[in-house]
């Protein structure tokens, strides 16, 4: 048993070796700078979850608008 744990951990760190990472491996690199791209995508993840949010705000504030004046209607 412990040895498929040790293979499929073995695995793992193969795959993760292959992978693309969003910083930059030159160790010359230091601070901020090495994580330019990192950064970047975090901030148009934010940008994108704000106008999202600010949708949703929007059509709901407009669907309670809508409701409210038809269910208006029906009362008079």
Excluded: C
């Excluded at 695995?11 to 969003?22: I, M």
């Amino acid at each position: 048993m412990f040895s498929k744990i040790g293979h499929f951990i073995s695995e793992v760190k193969g795959e993760l070796r292959k992978a693309t990472w969003p910083w930059e491996s030159d160790p010359k690199i230091k601070g901020v700078r090495k994580y330019k791209e990192l950064i970047d995508s975090t901030i148009v993840v934010l940008i994108a979850m704000i106008l999202l949010a600010g949708f949703v705000q929007i059509s709901d504030l407009l669907h309670v608008f809508v409701v409210g004046f038809l269910t208006n209607i029906g009362r008079s």
